[in-house]
């Protein structure tokens, strides 16, 4: 089973500091970044269409992430998240 693989992977290179993870752990850490990424490739696809067709992927791409970080950042409070 992949998440399987996923914690055997995970718990043999987690940091010293870092406790074994669960395989429900590791599921519920991805279903968050799923959803952000999903969220973000929505940005960027708006992005997309509003800009001029000159704007290179590097202007769109920071379009992209100032608008991510108005709508879902500013919401959070990124002091008390930890990504294990």
């Not at 959803?35 to 769109?60: P, W």
Request: proline share 4%; aromatic share 14%.
């Amino acid at each position: 089973m992949f998440w399987d693989r996923l914690q055997n992977h995970f718990n043999e290179l987690h940091p010293i500091s870092c406790a074994p993870k669960f395989v429900r752990s590791l599921e519920t850490k991805w279903g968050i970044i799923n959803h952000d990424v999903a969220k973000f490739i929505g940005n960027y696809t708006i992005m997309l269409t509003l800009c001029e067709s000159m704007t290179g992927f590097e202007d769109t791409f920071h379009k992209s992430s100032n608008l991510y970080k108005i709508i879902y950042v500013s919401n959070v409070q990124m002091s008390n998240v930890s990504p294990f």
